[in-house]
């Protein structure tokens, strides 16, 4: 009975981080951050919340969601102003983090925000170094277009052979990392946009944080999308693949990531996560 109330007191003490990317949100980051924060009221962790406004000149989403979180002490906005790519904004976001378990979820809610805590608890059931939302989850509901479905599926069997993560979907916008994994991976990590996902969890993989598992997700999807839309599909699918081999090219041909090539890291101080001794520094 004291090892549980032991664990309990523990599991208390953690501080979960969130990192929010927004781009072009004005229309619905408010109602987002809103419905994020009543889901993390209801964790057994404490909470920080931190939505990154990638592209502040874009629209009013940095006035809007900066509205909402200046009501709560949980929640800060931070941004820049030119349009960096999701992959940035979550490393900013993360860079900024004080959580013990650091995770993103995308804005917008394609994905079912209450999957946050199923994702959590993943992670103390499995005693994970990371969690990954998957489509593929035999408990998963999805809904999204063929077209999506197709290059997924292929996707994900190139991404299988390159890198041999054994996991079955890498693209879903909810994950969940051990501090001590970001800690390694974020200051060799180079990809701003199209490819991010899969740099975090090839080179966290390589790097011997092998506790990487899959938790079910509600997902409504739609085919466009503030990038897609932009940028256009076809485009979208094209840049995703070629940063994809442009990781595997540093991963196994360069050999980029290793401990011994970190003279050639060009992660600036301000993408890279401080340690816990830093914070307590700082």
């Known amino acids: 009975m004291q090892q549980k109330r032991k664990e309990i007191k523990e599991t208390q003490k953690k501080l979960i981080s969130v990192i929010i990317p927004a781009y072009k949100a004005e229309k619905f980051i408010a109602k987002d951050l809103l419905v994020i924060k ?48 999701k992959g940035h904004a979550v490393r900013f976001g993360m860079a900024q983090a004080k959580g013990d378990i650091i995770g993103f979820i995308d804005a917008g809610f394609d994905i ?14 499995y005693d994970a170094d990371i969690i990954i939302g998957s489509k593929r989850h035999p408990a998963s509901k999805v809904e999204y277009s063929w077209q999506r479905k197709v290059v997924s599926i292929g996707y994900q069997l190139i991404v299988r052979f390159l890198f041999g993560v054994k996991v079955r979907d890498t693209q879903v916008g909810l994950k969940f990392f051990r501090r001590e994994v970001l800690e390694a991976v974020l200051p060799r990590v180079l990809v701003k946009e199209f490819a991010f996902d899969i740099e975090l969890l090839s080179v966290a993989y390589y790097l011997g944080f092998r506790r990487i598992f899959e938790a079910p997700v509600e997902l409504h999807m739609k085919f466009g999308g503030s990038t897609i839309v932009s940028k256009g599909f076809l485009r979208v699918v094209f840049l995703t693949f070629w940063d994809t081999l442009a990781v595997f090219y540093r991963l196994k041909i360069l050999h980029y990531y290793d401990l011994s090539n970190r003279k050639n890291w060009i992660t600036p101080e301000y993408l890279t996560l401080k340690t816990k001794q830093d914070f307590i520094k700082s």
């Open 112 to 125: 079912d925000p209450n999957g946050i805590s199923m994702l959590l608890e993943h992670f103390e059931w």
């Open 38 to 85: 009543k889901v993390l009221d209801q964790i057994r962790y404490s909470y920080e919340i931190i939505c990154v406004v990638d592209g502040q000149s874009a629209d009013k989403s940095f006035e809007n969601a900066s509205k909402v979180a200046n009501k709560y002490p949980q929640m800060k906005v931070v941004g820049y102003l030119t349009n960096l790519g």
